[in-house]
């Protein structure tokens, strides 16, 4: 009778793995939306420098992930046109997990890019 029972309970472990695995698998090659990158840019960035990211002025998908420019507030002033903004380059691998940032450019708020629209 042990060996029925050994069997019976090694068959259901072998299909509560094989379960598991294909969901792991399904969800591993799930390559995230356009809009849950966005998100996720956005918030990994404001926990990792403490400034709230105000809004996405660049975004791209890579050979390796995304490429974004985020603009964020680095010093609020009165008046608001005289706060200090900030453009940062922020990179994300493919599932969408932040790999790399940098600080290009900071301006006032209330002031024209002279560059142009492009800003680099």
Request: charged share 30%; net charge neutral.
């Amino acid at each position: 009778m042990s060996n029925t029972k050994n069997t019976s309970e090694s068959q259901g472990s072998q299909q509560s793995s094989r379960k598991s695995h294909t969901s792991q698998t399904s969800h591993e090659s799930r390559r995230p939306k356009p809009m849950e990158v966005l998100r996720e840019a956005r918030a990994q960035l404001a926990e990792l420098t403490g400034m709230n990211a105000e809004s996405v002025s660049s975004f791209a998908q890579t050979e390796d992930g995304w490429a974004l420019d985020v603009e964020v507030l680095e010093l609020e002033r009165v008046p608001d046109t005289m706060s200090l903004m900030a453009s940062y380059q922020v990179e994300l691998d493919s599932e969408g997990q932040l790999t790399g940032y940098r600080r290009v450019r900071r301006y006032e708020r209330g002031r024209s890019d002279a560059r142009g629209s492009g800003g680099r």
